[in-house]
């Protein structure tokens, strides 16, 4: 669209032999590991079951092979075609080997004003290899053209954000990172530059799809008060992988 852009993924770092991230899981074959010559893209994902991670379906489209890397530097291939909602742009992985502990989706209904926090791995190869978090704001209850299935946030985003967790202040998921708005062509039209304008998949609409798909989502109640960003973002790094897409 002429507004919105969605959050292609990022050019990974190379995975020098020996490198955090590029030795794969014990017992991987060879075929399963990761090709530092290939053309490649990334992305975020999260824990959403048993070896089950949730990501958007922009970001593993088009990909002969994917891999995880686990907050712990482990290297897990994705054996099986993931299944994807495109109209949602949701994916789900199945990645053997314990890709870490599963997020809690939050239960009650998600406020206009609500402070959330991202986490996740964007522009991998320019900034810190490591995950980045941001905090912000739910700025509206619908996304780019009243899009009822997103929320509009104004925590920052960029390139491999995409399929990241977005957060409540109690560390529930309230959202799927999945975009941001185009700012240079809404300048081109309007002679202004917007700021701090991200969209994210609802949470109730991440949570259908899993349950379509055979797939009980852990729900959680958020109560009031907040916790730090800080705390947030502890809670969520053991559950947030770095995904390598390889063409």
């Known amino acids: 669209s002429v507004a919105g852009a969605g959050l292609p993924g990022a050019k990974p770092p190379p995975l020098a032999p020996g490198a955090p991230g590029a030795a794969p899981a014990p017992g991987t074959p060879p075929g399963a590991r990761p090709n530092a010559q290939a053309r490649a893209s990334s992305g975020t994902g999260f ?5 089950l991670v ?11 092979r994917l891999f995880v890397r686990t907050s712990d530097n482990r290297t897990l291939s994705v054996p099986q075609a993931p299944v994807a909602d495109a109209r949602r742009d949701l994916a789900l992985l199945r990645v053997p080997g ?10 009650n209904a998600v406020r ?17 290899s490591g995950p980045t978090l941001t905090t912000g704001e739910v700025s509206a209850l619908a996304g780019l053209g009243d899009n009822q299935t997103q ?15 977005l957060l409540d202040r109690q560390g529930n998921v309230v959202g799927v990172v999945v975009s941001k708005l185009n700012a240079q062509r ?31 989502p852990v729900m959680r109640e958020s109560p009031g008060g907040e916790r730090s960003a800080a705390e947030v973002g502890e809670q969520v790094h053991p559950s947030t992988v770095f995904i390598r897409c390889e063409r």
């Open 98 to 107: 314990n890709p870490g502990p599963v997020l809690a989706f939050r239960s």
């Open 47 to 51: 824990v959403v079951g048993t070896d």
């Open 151 to 165: 929320f509009q946030i104004s925590a920052p985003v960029q390139q491999g954000n995409s399929g990241g967790p």
């Open 54 to 64: 949730m990501t958007n379906q922009h970001v593993i489209e088009g990909c002969a």
């Open 186 to 216: 809404i300048a081109a039209r309007t002679g202004d530059i917007p700021q701090n304008v991200n969209f994210a998949v609802k949470g109730t609409e991440a949570v259908d799809f899993l349950r379509r798909n055979g797939v009980q």
């Open 112 to 128: 206009r004003g609500e402070s959330v926090v991202t986490y996740g791995f964007p522009l991998a190869g320019l900034l810190s």
